[in-house]
């Protein structure tokens, strides 16, 4: 692994510094697991990811994925959707949660195949063949605020807003992520790993109104330090607009955002952007967007957007040499609720708007 600077007081792996490689978001549309990892390793193959695909079964969905292992969980295989039932008296099923994380069972909080038909079949083309080209493994987790947020009690009430389940999730989303990044550790490979926070796109809105800044900051930095401590870079990614320095002020190495769509309101924030960077952050930007848009657009067009976006956020006092340096490529969100054609279709973009870029 590579060796560790301190920096702004964050924790980071020195020297990376993508100028314009490609990765993926998380979910693909995929009922076929082998070809949704041969998709990725076609297009992407610096950043490999092994991939979400809820088309398959309800149970890889975003939350429910990492749903196993959590104290009072129900599974409505019905109506394909998960609560939390806090009706009854939990601390048993409390007492087994809390055991198993201050001993650190990493194996209590696997995800099974049956939650992720992708985690294993990227594995096993891993351990099949070398991949010379390969300069991070990607993996990604459901951030704890977008877990909290967009899942109910029985009352369906967000359990969020439950401080006993709320830290609950924020440990177990981080024990989620030990035992993704040690199943992939030893392969070798430097190691990525995503807490995505899409629903921080409504923070500050009528919707999320007790949602506090600084509860945000502390649950997410504490997934992130523990994505930092296993030797990772740790992003996250929003796919709408919000307030940025969240993101900075919560640690991360990476911030992945929708720059089709919002790539100016990342310039919202130029000094701590411009802190962001020169202290080794990097800045994910998505630039092929992930809806029918894509079939109004070219490689070529891409990088024109993109250019003016970089050029945007240069005028603002960052040097742009910097930004291209600290560049990494993505789609503008996952790619779950597409067509599998649209979706192979996006990735081939991304392939050469990265290689017209890097050319």
């Known amino acids: 692994m590579v060796g560790y600077l301190s920096i702004l007081n964050r924790e980071i792996p020195m020297e990376f510094k993508p100028e314009c490689i490609a990765t993926g978001i998380g979910s693909f549309p995929h009922k076929d697991a082998p070809a949704a990892c041969d998709l990725i390793l076609k297009t992407i193959p610096e950043i490999l990811l092994w991939p979400q695909l809820p088309s398959i079964d309800f149970r890889e969905q975003m939350e429910i994925q990492f749903s196993e292992g959590f104290p009072c969980v129900v599974l409505d295989e019905a109506k394909e959707k998960m609560y939390f039932d806090t009706s009854g008296d939990p601390t048993s099923e409390l007492e087994k949660f809390y055991e198993n994380y201050m001993s650190e069972n990493l194996e209590y909080f696997k995800i099974s195949p049956v939650h992720s038909r992708g985690i294993y079949e990227m594995e096993k083309k891993l351990s099949d063949k070398i991949f010379p080209s390969v300069k991070y493994l990607k993996s990604q987790v459901t951030g704890p605020v977008t877990f909290g ?211």
């Open 149 to 359: 947020l967009a899942t109910v009690d029985e009352n369906k009430r967000a359990i969020y807003y439950n401080d006993v389940f709320r830290d609950v999730i924020v440990k177990g989303i981080a024990m989620k992520a030990r035992w993704l990044l040690n199943k992939f550790k030893a392969m070798g490979y430097n190691q990525i790993c995503f807490v995505d926070e899409p629903i921080l796109s409504g923070f500050g809105s009528s919707t999320y109104v007790s949602v506090q800044r600084a509860d945000v900051v502390s649950l997410l930095n504490e997934v992130v330090e523990v994505v930092h401590q296993e030797g990772a870079l740790a992003g996250t990614h929003c796919c709408g607009n919000t307030e940025w320095t969240i993101l900075i002020d919560a640690g991360v190495d990476i911030i992945s955002f929708d720059a089709y769509e919002f790539g100016e309101t990342i310039g919202c924030y130029p000094g701590q952007v411009n802190q962001f960077l020169n202290g080794g952050g990097v800045l994910a930007w998505g630039i092929i967007p992930t809806s029918e848009k894509i079939s109004q657009e070219t490689p070529d067009s891409l990088v024109k957007i993109l250019k003016e976006r970089v050029k945007n956020l240069a005028d603002k006092g960052i040097d742009e040499n910097l930004i291209w340096e600290r560049c990494l490529l993505t789609p503008s969100c996952g790619t779950g609720s597409l067509p599998v054609e649209l979706s192979e279709k996006i990735f081939l973009h991304l392939a050469e708007v990265s290689r017209l870029l890097r050319r």
